[in-house]
């Protein structure tokens, strides 16, 4: 609706949570993402690569794929950046649902 954040509606596209029977089987499964990736403590320094390509895969997918379907949340302004952070948390910290 008009006036409310727009979201990214990440199922269309990924799984997230093996118990949600209704999602897109487009891009990869995100289930375990940050797990999967290692990333353990989101301050390490060991885990700031992983942290990076996902910000930016995030903020504008063709940068690391001209043809990639994703869209470019941040740079088209589909979502702001608290948005992001949120969206970030999600799947990459050790203590998400997502990573459990």
Known sequence: EPGLPVGGNCY?????????????NIGPS???YGKIRGVADVNSPLSRP??????????????YNACSGMPRFGHAGLLDEK???????L??????????
Do not use: F
Not at 50 to 63: C, G, P, R, S
Not at 83 to 89: F, T, V, Y
């Open 12 to 24: 269309n596209c990924h799984q997230i949570d093996p118990k949600e029977i209704s999602y897109g």
């Open 30 to 32: 995100l289930y375990q």
């Open 50 to 63: 992983i942290i990076e390509y996902t910000w930016t895969k995030l903020y504008n997918a063709k940068a």
């Open 83 to 89: 948005q992001m952070q949120h969206l970030m948390a």
């Open 91 to 100: 799947i990459l910290d050790p203590q998400s649902p997502v990573n459990r």
